[in-house]
């Protein structure tokens, strides 16, 4: 199983983004999908959350600026980053909760995607 992110890069205050996490590999299904992200210096922290219904949660300092979505028929979760700020700089991580068989779920990890925002 491989957790594919990609989408970030550098941008200036008040721009977008648009990031990706693919899963790949052999799987039965995918529950819930999440965004987290690490400053340098700081603990990751989680971003956004989205279960296979579509249901989502968002921290505080992200509501109304980011949206996290999700294609199930891809196993693709996708973060839209609008109004960013530098506070907002970080590598982002993908991390979904897999169903490797029936009845087994597996948490597994993205290789992490820089976001950098420029003031």
């Known amino acids: 199983v491989q957790l594919q992110a990609s989408g970030g890069g550098l941008v200036q205050t008040g721009g977008s983004l648009r990031l990706s996490c693919a899963v790949s590999g052999s799987i039965f299904s995918v529950n819930t999908m999440a965004w987290y992200r690490q400053a340098p210096g700081n603990q990751r922290e989680l971003v956004a959350t989205i279960t296979y219904g579509g249901t989502s949660n968002y921290e505080d300092s992200v509501k109304g600026r980011f949206t996290i979505s999700r294609d199930n028929a891809k196993n693709t979760a996708y973060l839209q980053m609008n109004s960013l700020n530098p506070e907002d700089t970080a590598v982002y991580y993908c991390?979904?909760?897999?169903?490797?068989?029936?009845?087994?779920?597996?948490?597994?990890w993205g290789q992490g995607t820089q976001v950098t925002v420029s003031s």
């Open positions: 991390n979904a909760d897999v169903q490797v068989v029936r009845g087994k779920w597996v948490p597994y």
